[in-house]
Nanobody, 114 residues
Framework: QVHVVESGGGSVQPGGSLRLSCAAS????????MGWYRQAPGKERELVAL???????NYADSVKGRFTISRDGSKSTVYLQMNSLQPEDPAVYYC????????WGQGTQVTVSS
C-alpha cells in the first residue's frame, strides 16, 4: 500500500506565505511525478503545480511567479511554497503522486483572511 501525508495548511493574511509538504511512503516503485491540485467551494479541482522525475515543472497561470514546487533529494516528498497568497487562493489543496498509478492526499485547507 501507498499512503500520502500532507501538512502545512493553515490561515494567512493576504500577501502571506505558506509551505505545504507531502510525503509518500509504502510500496513505491519509483515516482514519476508529484504535484498539487486545489479545489475551492463550487469549483472543479484544478492543477496548481506539477514536478516530474526529471525536474520539469508546470504551473497554473494563476500561480506563476508566486508558487514554487520542489522535491527533496529522495524524491518522495514534494513541497509547495506559496508566496503572495491572494483571496482567490483559498481552497483544499491535494497532493498528487504518480507511480504506476495515481495517489491523492486527503487534502489540506488553505485559508486567506484579513
Amino acid at each position: 500500500q501507498v499512503h500520502v501525508v500532507e501538512s502545512g495548511g493553515g490561515s494567512v493574511q493576504p500577501g502571506g506565505s505558506l509551505r505545504l509538504s507531502c510525503a509518500a511512503s509504502g510500496s513505491i516503485l519509483g515516482i514519476y511525478s508529484m504535484g498539487w491540485y486545489r479545489q475551492a467551494p463550487g469549483k472543479e479541482r484544478e492543477l496548481v503545480a506539477l514536478i516530474t522525475s526529471s525536474g520539469s515543472t508546470n504551473y497554473a497561470d494563476s500561480v506563476k511567479g508566486r508558487f514554487t514546487i520542489s522535491r527533496d533529494g529522495s524524491k518522495s516528498t514534494v513541497y509547495l511554497q506559496m508566496n503572495s497568497l491572494q483571496p482567490e487562493d483559498p481552497a483544499v489543496y491535494y497532493c498528487y503522486i504518480v507511480t504506476l498509478r495515481a495517489y491523492w492526499g486527503q487534502g489540506t485547507q488553505v485559508t486567506v483572511s484579513s
